[in-house]
Structures are given as structure tokens and as C-alpha cells.
């Protein structure tokens, strides 16, 4: 007889109740104890995890500021040693590292051992070139197990890794790169998405061109198949080496080597979240913050446990994702606990000729995985095309959906729960003539998804590129409510705020944190006094404010609150609705964009003199994003100018940033310095009183808001204060 599965918070609780004699009688009580003692928490979660440094720490918390707090001075880390400390037992246990297939059914398994000598292999390659401790390695890779590789090649000799996916434009990419001075690319020749292959050569070449701090380039042969075609890549990328030939070594020096140890906050990698104006801001997180949020956040909340664990012996984590969106930074955490991920690179939802959004569950199906993330908008799309789960081979090993990226609606959650529902009945009572399922499950992951009494779990969460972690999330034995995460995550401690300053409870508010967790930024690259770092999280509210643990103001000192830009609701058993940006970030399936880098790509066209666009993202709507735009004297905004537009956003961008419209406008509306009033007009289309969101007086051009007022009207948007 098996033993019963364990979700992993309890496995924690208990760990807590036998090591530190504390018991808590809720998760709330538990939840307050992780955000008001924040040392006794994060030193439990150092020590769960069994968190392994040459030299000792000599606080937890040392300085508790923000920005600037410090923690676990002296402690020192590498995300890849703590990954490759899992290659011996996931090895012997017969489990893979990275299971991964494309669009043209290509599958790769990358066992440990194997992973563990590439790693090497391009680690050794990239010293050889001069990669030092610091130094910024830049990618442009798509979610293959090669990206995973690079990254942990780079950060296992120090190097910092910067990626981005190869569905952006030059210009998108250059804004990024240029910022952070690569000494290494690591590209690939193409990809292919939605049934079509596109080379990337050129764009490579163009990218040499124009990072001339790049002394080395690496490439990947993903499109190129055959050795004639790989060469003939690889002399068109000439000069380079083969991705292949950096992996290939296997020696002594290869079987020696060892990620180097780091200081605690030594860079990890640079991601980009962008804002409504200037550059993408290129945020610096370090390996520790990042490696012990990841795990508390991945083990904890989103109860994926170590696949050669006997209580989630077999786990198979996937959780489908674009490079150029933090989702792909949490698929790889799932080795930071040994346990096994599975990728998918491609349009999860076929070809624009033959749409199928069943890709993704029969790949899901194929590869036994257990957990099956995706962004919300997946599962929407999902549920309007009518896709039947019973139909896509065996799931029944999925125990648990995980979704975030925009608020998932109640429907969407429903459809899941109701499909999953169908499939245990199928398996316990299959139809006449069908096969019932093997039993019993192959292993503890799948356990759990047997013994869930026919209703799956929702791990909805929701965080951010920011701090390459969680605010929301979920709990494996909280009760569900669909349309709501379940609850504030160990360690974040989260609030509403209303337009005073003050906490509010079961009233849509700003989401702020106001107590530091490890894995917020060390810096923006080049950011002169943190100006910027301060400017997008710590501006809004005066210093001191709301920063005593539990409750309460401090002295300016203690720094600012955590202002993250959604709006959110915390009910009163805990659980939580995001409702969409509080700013005038676009945020489409997931990824977030900042609206100056659509203006620089639409108003190069010479035809458009201004424009603005907004992300009516808001719970309970389909995302919708008009773009207004300003033509020169004589131009009318006929299908072919139309067209340039789409094409140019497409090109310099990404095509996630298209607009569901485009209109013509006399005016952008303007403040008296001259800023674009997005977040006001945000406000009035979503359904606010014009009175309620701009001050007339403090606008350059008032007259232009009639137009605006009048295009309100005719879309049918509603009101805030009636949404739920």
C-alpha cells in the first residue's frame, strides 16, 4: 500500500511544528508570523531547503530598508551549484532533466549527466573567450533545453544572463542588449512558430553590428537541419562556434569542474520590464534572493516537489512560456529541486491556417506531466474554441493547472475544473469499449492527481518580471473559489492601498508589499542613485509609511513601500482578485510592454505624427487594446496606412503587441508638461467619470477629450465600482 500524497506546505508546517516548536491553527496566522518575523522565516526556509554556503551568514536580514535591504551577508551562492547538487540522486532515480519538443515533433531528452557536461563543456568555452565574473552574456534563443544550458553555463563561472526571445524585433532587442554592454551572444538561426520557420540570421548579423562590446559569438543550428545546411548557418554567422562544438567537450577539466561560489547578491540576470516612458528598464536580480524565492515559491505554493522524492516521485513540471517572459526564468527553477521540466517550443495554439488549441494538453498527455502551466489567456482561448480534454489522450496524471499573466476569468476556471471532472470520471468509468487507464498511477505526483476526488487544483498566481517571483499564488489545501487566487504568499507581505495611503480589506486597492523579500532588485543597469529603481516601485507613498512589520509607519529611513501597478482585492478569508494594471503598462498574453517602445516603433513611420495606446486589460473582459493615432496634414488612416502600422509594431516589436484597433485622432491628450495621458484615459474608457479621472486645468489641450468622452460612450466598458 502507497502512502498518501503530502502537499508540500504541510510537509513544511510540519518540518516548522518539529525544528521550531511552532504551531499555527491557520494560514493566515502562519502567513502574518512569515511577514511580521521576517528572520526566523527566511532563516526556515534557508534551512528547509538545506541552503548550502562555504562561509556562514552572519544576519538574515542585516539592514531592512527599501530598496537597499541586505540580506544574508556573508552567505555565499550560485544558482547552478544548486542545481547541479540534484544530478546524482535524479540520475539514479531514472529520471530525465529537460524533456522538450517543437512543432515539428522533434523531442529531446537531456538526462542529468549529460545536462551536467554541457553546462561544463560551455562553461570552460566561454573563459576561454574572456568571460569573467560580471560580465553580461546575451541570448537569443526560443524555450529549447540549449537556453537552458547557456543560461546555466553563464552563471555557473559568474557571468550575468540576459535573453531574449527571437519573436522580437531588431529594435526591441537592441533597446534591451545595448543597455547591458554583452561580451558574449548566444543565438540562434531561426525558429519556427505557427507552422512556419523564420530565419534569423540577419537579425543576428544585425545585432553584432550593433553591440560592438560582443567579442565572441555562439550559434545554434535550430533551423538548420542536415551537417550541409548547419555549416552553411554557420559560415553565414561567420565568425562564430557551433553551439554543438561549445557542448562537445568531454575530459577531465569537464568532469572537474564546479560552479563557482558568489556572494549572496552577486547578478544572477537581467530581465525587462518596461514602463510607459524612456528605455526598458533592465532590472539585476542576484542568486541567492533569486534562488531561495524560487524555491519557497515553486515548492511551497505551487507544491511542485523533487520528481525522486517518494512523495512526488515522477513530478514532470511544465509550464509553457516564451523566453521573452519571466515564466520561462520559473519553468527553469523546476531544477533547482531536482525535478524534471517539460518544454514545448512553438504556437500553443497551432497554425493561423489550421488552429488547434489542443497542441499543448496532447503534448501534455505524451509526456506524463503533472503540473501543466500556461497564461491565462490559454485557457481562455481554450475554452471559446471548445476544446474537449477527453479527447487528448491520457491526462489523468495532471494534478494540478497552474495560470497566471492576466486575471483568469470565473468561465475559464469553471471550464478547467469541469473538463478535468469529465476526465476522472472517464477514468474511474470509461466509456463502453474504451481502455480504463493503467492503474495505479505511475508514482506520487500522480497519486495526488488520483486521490483528488475528480476536482483539479488551480495554482492561479500572480507576481512579476520585477522580482522574478509571486505576490498571489496558491495553497494545495485552501479551499478554491473560481475567479480568485487563493492567497498572499510566505514572506510578501501585500496589501491593498486606497488613494489615501491606507490598508483597505474586500475593496479594490493598489497592490503594494511593504516589507522587503529577497529576490527584489539589486539595480537597474546603469542606473545613476537608483533614480529609476526608486521612480517604478518607490515614489508613490512617503517613506516610512506602512513599513512596520505587522502594521504601522517608521522613520523615512526605512524607505517606501513596494508599489507594484495592479489593482487588487483581498477578501476576507484571504483570498485575492487581481483586477488588471493600475498604470499604463500593456500586459498582452502575459507579457508586459512598455507603451514608449510602441510609440518609437509607430511614430518612425513618417505618415504618423502622434499616438497613444491602451491596455483595457480588466478582470471579467477580454483584454482590449485601441491604438489613437495622429497623421500628418493630408493622410487619412485608410487600410494600407493601417497596415504599415500593424506591420511596423510587428517588425520592430513582436507580433503579441498588435492592436485590436487602430483610430484616427485630432489629438493626443497631453498634460501641461507634455506627458501622454494614458492612465486617465484608461480610466474613462474602462468606465470612469471624466470628472472623477483628469484634471482639465493641468492639460495642454483639454478641448480633445470630448472626442475621447464620445468613444467611451460607444464602447460599452462598465464601471469599476460595479464589478465584484
Sequence with gaps: MTAPYVPQIRLYQQWLTEHRGLRFDSYDALWRWSTTELDA??????????????????????????????????????YAQQVMRHARPAHAAGFAAVVSRNEKGRRTELSWPELQRQVASLALHLQAQGVKPGDRVAAYLPNIPEAMVAFLATVSIGGVWSICAPDMGTNAVLDRFRQIEPVVLIA???????????????????????????RHVVLHTNLAEGDTAQAEALQRAAPCTGFTAATARDDDSVHAFEPLWLPFNHPLWIVYSSGTTGLPKPIVHGHGGTLIVGLALKILHNDIGCSYAPNSWGERYHWYSSTGWVMWNAQTSGLLNGTTCVIYDGNPGGSKERPDWTTLWRFAAEEGVTFFGAGAAFFANCLKAGVDLSTCGDLSAVRALGTTGSPLSEDAQRWGTEQFARIAALRDDPAPGRPKPDQPPRGAATRAAAERGGEIWWCNISGGTDFAGAFIGGHRELPQTPGRMQCRLLGCAVEAWNEQGQPVMDEVGELVCTQPIPSMPLYFVGDVDNRRLIGSY???????????????????????????????????????????????????????MGTSELYSAVEALPEVMDSMVVDLEYLGRESYMPLFVVLREGHQLDDATRQRIVDRIKTALSPRFVPNDVFQVAEIPRTL????????????????????????????????????????????????????
Design 41 to 78: 522565516f527566511w532563516q526556515s526556509i534557508w534551512d528547509y531547503f538545506e541552503l548550502q554556503s562555504p562561509t556562514p551568514h552572519t544576519a538574515v536580514l542585516a539592514t531592512n530598508v527599501m530598496p537597499g535591504a541586505n540580506w544574508f551577508p556573508g552567505a555565499q551562492a550560485n
Design 673 to 724: 508638461s507634455g506627458k501622454k495621458q494614458e492612465l486617465p484615459i484608461k480610466k474613462l474608457l474602462l468606465g470612469q467619470p471624466l470628472e472623477k479621472v483628469i484634471n482639465r486645468e493641468a492639460m495642454a489641450n483639454p478641448g480633445c477629450l470630448e472626442w475621447y468622452v464620445s468613444f467611451a460612450a460607444s464602447r460599452v466598458f462598465g464601471t469599476l465600482s460595479s464589478l465584484p
Design 188 to 214: 540562434c538561426d531561426g525558429v519556427t512558430y505557427g507552422g512556419r520557420d523564420f530565419d534569423r540570421l540577419d537579425v543576428v548579423a544585425q545585432l553584432r553590428a550593433a553591440l560592438p562590446t560582443v
Design 538 to 592: 518607490f515614489d508613490t507613498y512617503p517613506p516610512g509609511q506602512g513599513r512596520k512589520p505587522g502594521g504601522g509607519d517608521l522613520d523615512a529611513q526605512a524607505g517606501a513601500v513596494w508599489r507594484h501597478g495592479d489593482w487588487l482585492r483581498i477578501h476576507p478569508d484571504g483570498s485575492c482578485v487581481i483586477y488588471g494594471r493600475s498604470d499604463a503598462t500593456i500586459n498582452r498574453h502575459g507579457l508586459r
